[in-house]
């Protein structure tokens, strides 16, 4: 299976309503490696890697995302596959 990275931010009111717990609840679920975590502009980035349709299927769900968060957009960069992460991590801080 084709392995990809994407490199995502979601904008809305996405912060301060679990999102990125959820989001590591599902990549985990999907055996997706990267990272997810707040930005100071009030967005959520996140790292994914893994099989093509495990990384799609959470960029879809990332624009709806948890019950509480509005979601008013998601831009996805792709990347070239590096194969670096051994997990899924939540990240805090800046």
């Known amino acids: 299976m084709d392995k990809v990275r994407g490199h995502v931010i979601v904008s809305g009111f996405v912060q301060g309503v679990f999102f990125r717990a ?14 997810v975590r707040n930005r100071p502009d009030g ?31 998601v831009s996805v960069e792709w990347e070239g596959y590096t194969g670096e992460f051994k997990d899924f991590d939540i990240l805090y801080g800046y």
């Not at 959820?22 to 990272?35: N, Q, V």
């Open 43 to 73: 967005t959520v980035e996140a790292v994914f890697e893994g099989e093509r349709d495990k990384v799609e299927e959470i960029i879809g769900w990332c624009n709806k995302g948890p019950s509480g968060a509005r979601v008013n957009g």
């Open 22 to 35: 959820h989001t590591h609840e599902r990549a985990s679920g999907l055996g997706i490696k990267g990272w």
